[in-house]
């Protein structure tokens, strides 16, 4: 048989498969962390890791942070993610994703996929010919590209931001940098610029921040100095790991909220942001506005864009509900976050 699949047995995931189709260039690896909740939901990442080790303790760290990211946005889903080990340029073929749709289908619906780095909305319609477990799918009841969603929250988590630090959700004049202007960072610069706010923006494609930089009046920052440039709020819509031990001391904003995934390198970065006075809004409920959209996918009457946005704008008063904890308790927002989380998960309940 061309499918193989093989169960890797991981402490603290429910269940973790290998699957590999050679004829069709398949290398897959998905991983269930928690349905307590519902079903594992989270994106497909197709990127060319270096090693399968490499991508195995991506899609562990992913589907963990899928867990979390669910609780604490009161989805109805689980945590689970799935890489491919492939190039998205070069080695994305129609077989290999129906491929892949064969294994997700083999699952039967623990797993729900979603496009992610390196997958499209068009790359999901091509899995759905092989498993019916896919959201992120374009027509009338479905989402289609959420990023407009998680842009959002995003925008909704600087507001609540803005009112915990000055008391005002009153933007005009605040300065604030959003590193990376992809699906999300695009986005996010246009609500920003009709609240007022004074824009400083990166991309690696300086070309695309020269462009956009234009449209809102921009200031351009290299690459390599964003995260240093003073602000008022930093937003990171990149990659993670961007706060560390390295980067922390030499931040010079008074908060952090923005879009990327696992934006703390560390488990003890979030003290570090707390020491140096920086307010860090944690990622995995500021960028929840995806998740919180293509869930509406799986109710019988589909996603409705209307009922999504109301969803998405809750996340202002959690991540409110998060800053209060945080000060009462005397720990840092991203415990709030994982102690709220925690227990809706030992509740096992939907909110
Ligand atoms: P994207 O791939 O469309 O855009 C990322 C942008 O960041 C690109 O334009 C890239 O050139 C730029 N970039 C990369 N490294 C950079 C650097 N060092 N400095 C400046 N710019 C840099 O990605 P997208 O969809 O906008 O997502 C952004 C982040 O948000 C990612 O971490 C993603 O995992 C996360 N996220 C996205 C969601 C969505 O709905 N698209 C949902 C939840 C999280």
């Not at 610029?193 to 824009?199: D, E, M, S």
């Not at 409705?304 to 000060?327: G, H």
Request: charged share 20%.
């Amino acid at each position: 048989m061309a499918l193989q699949q093989r169960d890797l047995q991981i402490q603290g995931y429910e269940r973790v498969i290998e699957a590999i189709d050679e004829e069709r260039g398949l290398h897959t690896i998905i991983a269930l962390h928690d349905t307590r909740r519902g079903p594992a939901l989270g994106g497909t990442r197709i990127y060319p890791y270096h090693t399968r080790d490499e991508a195995l303790t991506d899609v562990l760290r992913l589907a963990q942070g899928m867990t979390y990211k669910s609780a604490i946005s009161g989805t109805p889903t689980g945590g689970g993610k799935s890489v491919i080990l492939a190039n998205p340029k070069t080695d994305k073929t129609q077989d290999l994703l129906e491929a892949f749709g064969e294994v997700v289908e083999s699952l039967k619906g623990k797993y729900i996929c979603a496009e992610d780095v390196g997958s499209s909305v068009e790359d999901m319609e091509v899995i759905h010919r092989t498993t019916s477990h896919v959201v992120g799918l374009p027509g009338f009841g479905k989402t289609g590209d959420p990023s407009r969603f998680t842009a959002y929250g995003v925008y909704m988590s600087i507001l609540a931001t803005a009112q915990r630090l000055w008391g005002t959700h009153d933007l005009s004049g605040k300065t604030i940098a959003i590193q990376g202007l992809g699906h999300v960072g695009t986005k996010l610069a246009e609500h920003l610029f009709w609240a007022g706010a004074r824009l400083v923006l990166s991309d690696l494609d300086m070309l695309k921040a020269e462009s956009i930089g234009k449209l809102y009046s921009a200031t351009l920052i290299e690459p390599e100095n964003i995260l240093y440039h003073p602000c008022d709020i930093l937003a990171p819509c990149a990659m993670g790991a961007i706060l560390n031990e390295d980067s922390i001391p030499r931040l010079r904003c008074q908060a952090v909220v923005g879009a990327a995934n696992n934006q703390l390198a560390t488990p003890k970065d979030h003290k570090r942001l707390q020491d140096s006075s920086i307010l860090y809004a944690p990622d995995f409920l500021v960028n929840a506005g995806g998740l919180i959209t293509v869930c509406g996918e799986l109710t019988p009457q589909g996603c409705n864009p209307v009922t999504a946005r109301t969803q998405v704008a809750s996340i202002y008063d959690t991540l409110l509900a998060i800053y209060d904890l945080s000060k009462k308790e005397n720990i840092s927002p991203d415990q709030a976050a994982h102690r709220i989380a925690d227990q809706r998960l030992e509740a096992a309940i939907s909110v």
